[in-house]
């Protein structure tokens, strides 16, 4: 498998050599993972090609690349106490 240098850098610092495909909620998204902290992902647009085709992952290299520099916020949630 050849290797993409061309990704930008994650939320976590590291530059990811590739992402991690896996499934979402339908055949028409899927989350691309960070391979270096496994925990910074980007939704993308499959184009319902598979996810091990080139296809698929050239979806997954433009939405990361595309994707803003700040993480979301919603992985860094906590939720404040009522009082
Ligand atoms: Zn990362």
Redesign the pocket.
């Known amino acids: 498998m050849k290797k993409n240098n061309k990704l930008k850098y ?3 610092g ?1 530059k ?1 050599t590739e992402l991690c495909l896996t499934p979402g909620s339908s055949l028409k998204w899927a989350h691309a993972t ?1 391979n ?2 496994d ?2 992902s980007v939704e993308f647009f499959t184009g319902y090609k598979k996810l091990d085709s080139e296809q698929a992952m050239q979806a997954a290299v433009d939405e990361w690349n595309l994707a803003p520099e700040t993480p979301r916020s919603w992985w860094n949630v906590t939720p404040k106490a009522i009082k």
Do not use: M, N, R
């Open positions: 994650c939320p976590c590291a990811p960070c270096k902290c925990v910074w």
